[in-house]
């Protein structure tokens, strides 16, 4: 969402406003042109276009360039597109990311600004009309002569269909097609947009998560084209129905024909990641640079250009002139010539001190710690650059001061439970030490709590003193696991190290002390052999404790040298001896400080008298247990920069990590199939779906581990920051605040394409393949006749608004939430009555959505790689656990149906999703096919098949053959574990 602030500040040809979001200039006479926020979904091809990004918080904002260059635009207008972006850049201070965005080739950061997706029009922005109006008819004048008139209605011609295809997974990519049945193929899902219907044609090789996206985008064509007024059908994989939306659909295009193989294109080339190269630009030629690469190759008065086969980046030094930096662009292109490269290409331009991490990853090392800061001759060249142009918005050339924000923490109340690690035992705490931590020690910290009136939830950590040795922090590692599994994997859990704890873990305890030396048996051995002196706190010793921090997330004591220096004037101190306690208040402390300061002593010396003694009055005993007085430091603690979030999908795990940025990220990018890496600078959080295989949840802290090993050279990433794992379905406050988080979703685990396609259009666009079945006899609740009566109401209940708008208001329906309930009653009532029916012959269940291997972006295979999705609001239903019932949305185990007026919680485990399917569960079908025909891959797909069930096509032998199993053991599996087997075999 954008923030305004104040009126636009001009700077030659911009105008810019101090927001947080999106703004877009068109090229026009040589000069960028705003756009109101109203077009900023319409792009021509014709034209090129400059957008910035800004995101960010105040003293850390980030800015994105982009100019977009249909594919009819002029090659001045591209031109000067990539000249006024380098003026941008320079108005921003040099800061910015620039990125070349070609029509039909855009990045997926471009495309997550414009959700669900993009449809360039075509010509240019003066000729142009939007689909809308080239539907419709052109309005006569009065002039015009009637008898004309007539004869142009009778020779109006019906508006032509449109026919795209979708891509994407978590970004929709759309590209309008001919309209041919030989355009139609396996490998892709077409949408077909008509006058009065949009059919959603889903090839049998799609896989659920792009379904779910072309999802977004024909509800989009439905509310923004056809005023949400249109029908809906969705085709499956091709099967022939003569009547129906399917006959319908394929009367469109002349007749069923068998759908071919796909043609390759240019599109279809996936570029492979090499070595990355480095020339040198020198007046317009490169000059390549060899050897190691590393970062002292590239030298603040020069421009380069990086190949490394999927990318071409362009780094400009910071004192480079302005005539360089604009013709950077121009030896890209002529780069791109020479070597007969793609001409989608993706190009990014980074100034020094502004690189990507995915531009970092091509070079040996890169160390952000020793990033020179920029010196004043170029911050001076930056403010007179700004003044001369009238001044950009106050605060903006500079960091601007920082304000503390206070994390999401955990709710109060709640149970500790706290024990430490002593040999290969875990030993518990009383309550009355909970908060007391020894450096060379290791604890395991259990905190319970309801984050709402009716779930516990639990957060589980370890926390490894900076001085305890790596047996006691393995054994921490493994209780906290079995721990973990014992609570059958409900609790959050996290690592700590001293030093780099995690706001919740240091607000929990309130107060958290650190305290020298340590009392595990392991510590103690370890500093005997080494000959080191035992300085294990003990009330009785002297000591002095710091309290520092500035608000109930941050503030904890830790125990320092007994000497004046360690004093600060903006922090308190307590001062023991045996026998005595005083603390010493700064003149800059603040009251949580001081009051935090009368926690821990009642902590560490319950019942003692205390002395007060403030600075600049301090007495002559108080410096002699000092040792005597001497200067101390007056420095404020420095708060960190608060970052903007990332979040990344892991792609590969095996040799080397390699990861998917997801931009613009959202609580539907969350996919139950996936491991994610939240990273917000401050803790890197590992999200593991439930559909995840077990490996992959066993490991997820040593995924966290390996990203971080990755990053922190990069992007200044402490290798001690907090990590914890999340299960997907038990997202604690510090996760879901980085999302627009709607708590239903959270509860709704199962087919993501079935659900959303009931919850848009309907059932009346998905029962279609539910229709067809004989009816069973001897049945007296089933039958074709029942399940369809049933099924029409169900589809009424669910049926959204699709009437055409009319200016009265329709009375409010109070039982709408009762009918859809009962609708579901009756529609499980007949399925259960034909499930336990006589038997009769077994018909073949048609599915929505085939689970096949989802495939990786085509761009970005180096480390970073990048791709997003719009949340779908759900409905709150009762829960239908028939299984015959739950295909009516797919086949789906877990999935809820809910009336409105219900508001049931399922608690989701690991377990749920252990259902055997059986041999009885099997549905039988007509004929026997090849494991070529039949798998998620094939070069020579069947169709009309259940894609969910592929293997039950094969015969005995082959199943054997490829299964190493008999059929009926394999159907004594669970269902989650019959699944895993098949996506080793491509039947999944």
């Not at 889903?202 to 509310?223: I, P, W």
């Not at 394929?250 to 193989?261: C, D, H, N, R, S």
């Not at 892991?650 to 491991?675: A, G, R, S």
């Not at 990203?707 to 299960?727: E, F, K, T």
């Amino acid at each position: 969402m954008s923030i305004r602030v104040t009126e636009p500040a001009f700077h030659g040809d911009f105008s810019l406003t101090p927001y947080r979001g999106i703004e877009i200039w068109r090229i026009e006479d040589s000069k960028p042109v705003p756009l109101p926020n109203s077009d900023h979904d319409r792009f021509y091809s014709g034209d090129s276009y400059i957008v910035l990004k800004t995101a960010g918080k105040p003293g850390a904002y980030t800015y994105h360039i982009h100019f977009w260059l249909g594919k009819n635009t002029s090659q001045d207008e591209a031109g000067m597109a990539a000249i006024k972006a380098v003026e941008l850049d320079a108005v921003l201070g040099n800061r910015a990311v620039q990125y070349r965005e070609l029509q039909g080739h855009e990045s997926n950061r471009f495309l997550s600004y414009f959700k669900p997706c993009i449809i360039p029009l075509d010509r240019g922005s003066s000729e142009s009309k939007t689909p809308e109006e080239e539907e419709k008819p052109e309005e006569k004048s009065e002039e015009e002569n009637p008898e004309e008139e007539k004869s142009e209605e009778k020779s109006e011609k019906k508006p032509e269909p449109r026919l795209y295809t979708c891509k994407g997974k978590r970004v929709a990519r759309l590209k309008q097609v001919q309209f041919a049945r030989s355009t139609l193929n396996h490998d892709e899902i077409f949408i077909l947009d008509t006058k009065d219907k949009i059919y959603m044609f889903n090839g049998a090789n799609t896989n659920e998560h792009e379904r779910s996206k072309a999802l977004d985008v024909v509800q989009m064509m439905k509310e923004k084209y056809h005023q949400g007024t249109c029908s809906v059908s969705i085709i499956d994989d091709g099967k022939l129905e003569t009547e129906g939306p399917s006959g319908e659909f394929w009367g469109l295009f002349g007749g069923f024909a068998p759908i071919g193989k796909k043609v390759p294109s240019d599109d279809d080339i996936t570029p492979e990641k090499i070595p990355a190269k480095l020339y040198c630009i020198v007046r317009g030629q490169l000059q390549e640079i060899t050897g190691e690469l590393s970062k002292s190759s590239l030298h603040n008065d020069k421009c380069y250009l990086l190949y490394c086969g999927t990318d071409l980046f362009i780094w400009v030094g910071r004192t480079t002139p302005l005539p360089d930096k604009k013709g950077v662009m121009q030896s890209a292109e002529e780069f791109i010539l020479k070597e007969n490269l793609p001409k989608s290409i993706p190009i990014t331009r980074l100034g020094q001190c502004h690189e990507t991490n995915s531009f970092k990853s091509n070079f040996a090392s890169w160390s952000s710690a020793s990033t020179a800061p920029v010196p004043e001759e170029t911050r001076g060249k930056v403010a007179a650059l700004l003044k001369q142009q009238q001044g950009l918005i106050k605060g903006q050339a500079k960091t601007a001061p920082v304000e503390e924000e206070v994390p999401p923490l955990l709710a109060e109340n709640g149970k500790f439970e706290m024990w430490r690690i002593d040999g290969e035992e875990k030993t518990p705490l009383p309550q009355e030490v909970v908060g007391k931590f020894y450096c060379g020690d290791c604890y395991i910290c259990l905190y319970s709590y309801h984050s709402n009136e009716k779930k516990e939830d639990h957060y589980l950590c370890c926390w490894f003193g900076k001085d305890s040795i790596q047996e006691d922090q393995k054994m921490a590692v493994q209780q906290a696991t079995l721990m973990f599994n014992s609570m059958k994997g409900k609790p959050v859990q996290g690592r700590m190290y001293q030093g780099k704890e995690a706001p919740q873990f240091v607000a929990i305890f309130q107060p958290m002390v650190i305290l020298k030396g340590g009392l595990s048996s392991g510590y103690k051995n370890h500093i005997a052999e080494k000959g080191l002196h035992d300085d294990t706190y003990s009330p009785d010793t002297a000591a002095l404790i710091e309290i520092l921090g500035t608000s109930v997330h941050n503030t904890k004591a830790q125990q320092v040298d007994r000497v004046a220096t360690s004093l600060n004037s903006y922090g308190c101190f307590i001062l023991q001896s045996s026998t005595a306690v005083s603390t010493w208040y700064g003149n800059q402390s603040t009251a949580e400080q001081q009051q935090l300061a009368a926690k821990v002593v009642e902590l560490l010396k319950s019942g003692v008298p205390v002395k007060f003694s403030k600075e600049g009055k301090e007495s002559l005993a108080f410096w002699l247990a000092l040792g005597g007085k001497q200067n101390y430091t007056s420095r404020k603690v420095t708060m960190e920069i608060v970052r903007e979030p990332h979040l990344f999908a892991v792609i590969n795990n095996k040799e080397k990590l390699e990861v998917e940025e997801i931009h613009n990220f959202e609580q539907d990018d969350l996919f139950p199939e996936d491991v994610l890496i939240l990273d917000t600078h401050a803790e890197v959080i590992v999200w593991v779906g439930h559909l995840t295989e077990s490996k992959e949840k066993e490991h997820a802290f040593e995924t966290g581990e390996k990203y971080i090993d990755l990053v922190a050279s990069m992007d200044c990433l402490s290798p001690h920051v907090p990590i914890y794992r999340v299960q997907d379905g038990n997202e604690p406050c510090f996760f879901t605040t980085f999302f627009h988080w709607d708590p239903t979703k959270a509860t709704v685990q199962g087919h993501t394409f079935n659900t959303k396609a009931v919850l848009l259009f309907g059932l009346d666009c998905v029962a279609e393949s539910q229709d067809n079945k004989p009816q069973t006899k001897g049945s007296k609740f089933g039958g074709a006749t029942q399940r369809a009566s049933a099924m029409a109401a169900l589809t009424n209940a669910f049926r959204s608004s699709n009437a055409p708008k009319t200016t009265t208001a329709p009375p409010r329906n109070p039982t709408r939430g009762s009918q859809r309930a009962a609708a579901v009653a009756a529609l499980s009532t007949v399925l259960m009555a034909e499930k336990k029916g006589p038997p009769s012959p077994r018909r073949h269940r048609r599915n929505l959505s085939s689970d096949s291997t989802t495939s990786g972006s085509p761009f970005n295979k180096g480390f970073f790689r990048s791709e997003n999705v719009t949340p779908v609001r759900s409905e709150n239903v009762s829960p239908v656990k028939d299984e015959e019932h739950s295909d009516v949305f797919g086949n789906n185990e877990g999935t809820e149906v809910t009336s409105e007026t219900s508001q049931p919680h399922v608690d989701h485990t690991e377990e749920d999703s252990s259902t055997k399917q059986t041999s009885d569960e099997i549905t039988d079908h007509h004929g026997t096919y090849t494991y070529e025909q039949v798998r998620s891959k094939s070069t020579n797909p069947v169709t009309g098949i259940d894609f969910q069930k592929r293997e039950t096509y094969l015969s005995d032998e082959e199943f054997e053959g490829i299964f190493k199993m008999t059929k009926e053991a394999f159907y004594r599996f669970p269902r989650w574990k019959q699944d895993q087997i098949k996506k080793k075999v491509d039947l999944f």
